[in-house]
């Protein structure tokens, strides 16, 4: 059925061609099409992570890139990640604290710092960097920001399409709205 166009099947005089349309293979194709567009909307969060990567991972470049160059006054505290944490794509920023450990090696104490509601971490967290480091944080987060509202957006289309699917659902039961 899904080849078949609705609209041409509205105006009066399509009466004849509507007498050969199921409505239970109707509310299955409806299912359907429900199932293909959370599985688009997936890809589009998976989209919005590598992005993200993309950008934590130049990030990381600019620091190691900073820290071969043996800048030990213009060394950065501040550590970014991405990660699925409980089926939630994740944009962190933290603090990082060296000590003295074994050796010559430190030991690294990871503080997480918090974004607040907003979709942004607020510049003032990042405000006793280097110069450098304030620049790839703001462009990082940026994108950071970006994708936020993407996944946030997202997430709203996925809860409608779902609420959708559970209506169609309780249609096909019977059941009254």
């Not at 996925?158 to 609420?163: E, P, T, V, W």
Request: charged share 35%.
């Amino acid at each position: 059925m899904a080849d078949i166009d609705y609209w041409e099947l509205i105006p009066r005089d399509a009466k004849k061609e509507r007498e050969n349309i199921d409505l239970g293979e109707m509310e299955i194709d409806t299912l359907k099409t429900c199932e293909v567009m959370l599985n688009l909307l997936h890809q589009e969060v998976g989209k919005a992570g590598l992005t993200s990567r993309i950008a934590c991972d130049a990030f990381w470049d600019v620091n190691q890139a900073h820290r071969d160059a043996a800048e030990i006054e213009g060394q950065q505290r501040i550590g970014t990640r991405v990660r699925v944490v409980n089926k939630t794509l994740s944009m962190e920023w933290y603090r990082n604290r060296f000590a003295p450990g074994d050796g010559s090696k430190k030991s690294v104490f990871s503080t997480h710092l918090s974004r607040g509601k907003g979709l942004r971490y607020h510049r003032s967290l990042f405000q006793d960097e280097p110069d450098w480091s304030r620049e790839v944080v703001e462009y990082t987060e940026n994108v950071y920001a970006n994708e936020r509202l993407k996944l946030s957006i997202l997430k709203e289309i996925r809860k409608h399409i779902k609420r959708y699917e559970r209506l169609i659902k309780k249609e096909s039961d019977g059941e009254q709205l």
